[in-house]
T-cell receptor, first 113, second 116 residues
Framework: DAMVIQNPRYQVTQFGKPVTLSCSQT?????MYWYQQKSSQAPKLLFH???????NEADTPDNFQSRRPNTSFCFLDIRSPGLGDAAMYLC????????????FGDGTRLSIL | AQSVSQHNHHVILSEAASLELGCNYS??????LFWYVQYPGQHLQLLLK??????LVKGIKGFEAEFIKSKFSFNLRKPSVQWSDTAEYFC??????????????FGSGTQLTVLP
């Protein structure tokens, strides 16, 4: 089945130690998104790629970066995780029309020690 | 910027009860509207969507939602809930007017617990 796959499901890292979360998709969608979702809160968009064009949200901390080496893969890099970065990170994709439905992965739950 | 309000944070119902979850948005232009559901331990799944046409839309698993433009609302309904409907429900909005940011904005979610 075509889908959005996030690895790992659970990630534990130490305060200040860089961490990378990965997302892959078999939908061949143009757009890939990264959201941060904290407990009992709405998912918050961090940034998205439209093909190779990177679009950062104004309030996304500099600590968060992303890479999209090809259509299928997108990575979220957190350079120096702080305790406040502990959250669920969701990857989503959509087709060329960004107004239409987004398809989500299972998420990666990040814990900071 | 647009915002989405879900006024019920936690709803508890018995099986066979009727459900209505409220969703209001603030945006003056034209929008696409979505309800997503997140079952425990699973990813966000699309329940239903409204782009245009009949304001009463039917989704999966017997859910429906009605878009009332004058009230900026898109409430979710189900006539008779089941234990398996226990999940978190998110309303989401994306503006489609030209020049608007193509950002999907979520409400804070409503946790539905259905008691057997």
């Amino acid at each position: 089945d075509a889908m959005v796959i996030q690895n790992p499901r659970y990630q534990v890292t130490q305060f200040g130690k860089p961490v990378t979360l990965s997302c892959s998709q078999t939908l061949n969608h143009n757009v890939m998104y990264w959201y941060q979702q904290k407990s009992s809160q709405a998912p918050k968009l961090l940034f998205h790629y439209y093909d190779k064009d990177f679009n950062n949200e104004a309030d996304t901390p500099d600590n968060f970066q992303s890479r999209r080496p090809n259509t299928s893969f997108c990575f979220l890099d957190i350079r120096s995780p702080g305790l406040g970065d502990a959250a669920m990170y969701l990857c989503a994709t959509s087709g060329r029309d960004r107004r239409k439905t987004q398809h989500f992965g299972d998420g990666t739950r990040l814990s900071i020690l | 910027a647009q915002s989405v309000s879900q006024h019920n944070h936690h709803v508890i119902l018995s099986e066979a009860a009727s459900l209505e979850l409220g969703c209001n948005y603030s945006y003056g232009g034209t929008v696409n509207l979505f309800w997503y559901v997140q079952y425990p331990g699973q990813h966000l799944q699309l329940l239903l969507k409204y782009f245009s046409g009949d304001p009463l839309v039917k989704g999966i698993k017997g859910f429906e939602a009605e878009f009332i433009k004058s009230k900026f609302s898109f409430n979710l309904r189900k006539p008779s809930v089941q234990w398996s409907d226990t999940a978190e429900y998110f309303c989401a909005v994306i503006p489609i007017s030209s020049g608007s940011a193509r950002q999907l904005t979520f409400g804070s979610g409503t946790q539905l617990t259905v008691l057997p």
